[in-house]
C-alpha cells in the first residue's frame, strides 16, 4: 500500500478550524484604559495623589538628620579646590589649566552668613528665627529638617532646604545650629548652643 507524503505536495485536506490572528494595538488598549480610569474617576484619583506627594515633599524634601550641639566650638574651612581637569570658558578657552588651585574666596565673598539649622527643633527654630529678625539683610537661613514650604509661610520670609545634606556634607558640619561666615580667605563655622545664643 502506498502512503502519501506531504512534503511531496499531497493534499492532506483540513484538520481543525482556523482563525486569523487578531492582536489589538497596544496604543488603542492604553487608550481604552486611560477612557475607563478618566470614566470611573480612577484618573483623577491618580492626578490628585500625584500631586499631593509632591507638594509634601516639596514642603518636606529629603533632609539630614544631625546632632544638637552640645558645646560651643569654632573650626575654620578653606574652600581651595583643585581642578582635576581644565576649566574652559564657552569658547573653549581655557581659564585655569588642570591642577591649578584656586579659593573662590579670591574671587567672590560670602555676603551672609549662612545658618543651618533643624526646623523640626522648637529650640534651633526659634533661635534662628530671633537671630534673623536681629540681622535681616545679613542671614540665609538653610534648614536641614522641616517643613519648609509651611515655615516660609509662618515666618513670611525666604527660606532655603539642604537637600540630601549636601552643603552639610560639603563644609563637614556635625551639629546644630551651625553658622558659616567669611573670614578672610578661610570660612568660619560656629557651632551654636542653641539656649544660650537666645540673646
Keep these: 500500500?502506498?502512503?502519501?507524503?506531504a512534503g511531496a505536495g499531497t493534499d492532506l485536506?483540513?484538520?481543525?478550524?482556523?482563525?486569523?490572528?487578531?492582536?489589538?494595538?497596544?496604543?488603542?488598549?492604553?487608550?481604552?484604559?486611560?477612557?475607563?480610569?478618566?470614566?470611573?474617576?480612577e484618573l483623577a484619583k491618580i492626578e490628585e495623589d500625584m500631586k499631593a506627594r509632591f507638594i509634601a515633599y516639596a514642603n518636606r524634601p529629603t533632609g539630614v538628620s544631625l546632632p544638637r550641639t552640645k558645646t560651643h566650638k569654632v573650626r575654620y574651612f578653606d574652600p581651595t579646590v583643585r581642578f582635576a581637569q581644565s576649566i574652559k570658558d564657552h569658547e573653549g578657552k581655557v581659564l585655569w589649566p588642570a591642577g591649578t588651585t584656586v579659593n573662590p574666596l579670591d574671587y567672590i565673598s560670602l555676603s551672609q552668613q549662612w545658618i543651618f539649622f533643624n526646623a523640626d527643633d522648637p529650640d534651633q527654630a526659634a533661635w534662628a528665627q530671633a537671630y534673623v529678625k536681629r540681622y535681616p539683610e545679613q542671614v540665609r537661613l538653610i534648614l536641614t529638617q522641616g517643613a519648609v514650604l509651611k515655615l516660609m509661610e509662618t515666618w513670611d520670609m525666604r527660606l532655603y532646604f539642604d537637600q540630601g545634606g549636601r552643603l552639610v556634607e560639603r563644609f563637614g558640619i556635625e551639629t546644630?545650629?551651625?553658622?558659616?561666615?567669611?573670614?578672610?580667605?578661610?570660612?568660619?563655622?560656629d557651632e551654636i548652643v542653641p539656649e544660650d545664643a537666645h540673646g
Design 1 to 5: 500500500m502506498r502512503i502519501p507524503i
Design 13 to 41: 485536506g483540513v484538520i481543525g478550524q482556523t482563525y486569523e490572528i487578531a492582536e489589538p494595538s497596544m496604543l488603542e488598549s492604553i487608550y481604552g484604559k486611560l477612557k475607563t480610569a478618566d470614566e470611573n474617576g
Design 176 to 189: 546644630l545650629p551651625s553658622v558659616i561666615s567669611q573670614d578672610g580667605k578661610r570660612l568660619r563655622i
